[in-house]
């Protein structure tokens, strides 16, 4: 996950990465990697206090702040909030984690869902639960308020239920999604109308490439019979 930081005066990208110590071991570090692109050089920043690595989640910069939200953490979802501006000598940087909302009502569980920016709000769509059941649920999360709730459609048809879909702003006021993956069931569908559609196409190049020696057989045994008659006259 990358962002572009322009808020502490240089242009930095900003990767979180997990490491996993071990399969058999349920540890997984944060670890946060930095890239100057004025200087074009890598360092490494560690949170002040320990946060367990995430995945497949989201990144959003709003006011100086990076908003990091999803991952399973059994079974819920957090909320990481990196401050850039606290970063200290020693490579470490402050990492606030929050699991509950203004009224302690803990975050879903999700993963591979969309964050889009709309003034102060974000608006969390699709993704899948600790299940991995895709749901089309649209969430919005106030990042002054830290409230959260959820957003009901009054007009028209929601998106289908989805995962690794884009979901973009266009303004003034509009959310664009687009793709994603909508279940096994669908790429099944999908994968067996592709298999018809390629079992077709070798089916009929065969048979033309059939045709095409057959007629080659056939002209070869008339020139054969054409020489072998003028041979025997």
């Known amino acids: 996950m990358l962002i572009l930081d322009e808020t502490i005066g240089r242009y930095e990208y900003y990767f979180l990465l997990i490491v996993f110590i071990s399969n058999s071991l349920p540890v997984k570090l944060l670890y946060i990697n930095v890239f100057n692109l004025d200087t074009l050089c890598w360092r490494l920043l560690k949170p002040t206090q320990y946060v367990e690595g995430i995945n497949s989640h989201t990144t959003t910069l709003f006011e100086d702040k990076f908003y990091i939200f999803g991952q399973v953490h059994d079974p819920n979802s957090a909320l990481l909030i990196l401050d850039p501006s606290t970063e200290t000598s020693e490579g470490k940087v402050e990492v606030e984690e929050r699991q ?104 009929y190049f065969m048979f033309l490439c059939f045709f095409i020696i057959c007629l080659l057989l056939l002209v070869i045994c008339y020139i054969f019979s054409v020489l072998s008659f003028a041979v025997l006259s």
């Open 100 to 203: 509950e909302d203004k009224d302690g009502v803990s975050f879903p569980s999700l993963r591979l869902h969309t964050a889009t920016l709309f003034q102060d709000t974000l608006l969390i769509f699709g993704g899948a639960t600790a299940s991995w059941e895709r749901i089309n649920t649209l969430s919005s999360l106030n990042l002054k308020t830290f409230e959260w709730k959820k957003v009901v459609a009054t007009k028209g048809i929601p998106p289908a239920p989805r995962s690794f879909h884009t979901a973009t702003f266009v303004p003034p006021d509009f959310i664009v999604v687009f793709g994603g993956f909508f279940g096994l069931e669908h790429w099944q569908e999908r994968f067996t109308g592709m298999e018809y559609v390629c079992l077709f196409r070798i089916t």
